[in-house]
């Protein structure tokens, strides 16, 4: 997410800093949003976002639609060569056929 969506969704500026989630893959679908999935021997290079107040966080699940589209996971990041204990955002590519599939994709 970039820091106008965050700042759009929380109403607050949070720092960040170049991570390395290692062990998922970035899944960019044709319909719908991107989202990361367990892949052994892979990484997404993103950020971590730092400080994030509980209700920002409340901010965040309601629009990341938290429990269907996405569940929010503890990960371990590298920060600067060093491991960083924190949550991501993780999708289900169920959820997100279903819930971005268009009229044309319903046969018969």
């Given at each position: 997410m970039d820091d106008a969506r965050l700042e759009s969704v929380t109403g607050q500026r949070f720092a960040r800093r170049a991570a390395r989630l290692?062990?998922?893959e970035r899944v960019a679908p044709a319909r719908g949003y991107?989202?990361?999935v367990p892949?052994?021997?892979a990484h997404v290079d993103g950020h971590l976002i730092e400080n994030v107040d509980a209700a920002s966080l409340r901010r965040l699940d309601t629009y990341e639609d938290e429990g269907r589209l996405y569940l929010r996971r503890p990960v371990?990041?590298?920060v600067g060569g060093e491991r960083v204990a924190c949550?991501?955002?993780v999708g289900d590519a169920d959820q997100h056929q279903r819930?971005?599939?268009t009229m044309t994709d319903v046969t018969g």
């Open positions: 290692e062990g998922f991107p989202y990361v892949r052994a021997g371990e990041v590298v949550e991501t955002y819930r971005f599939r």
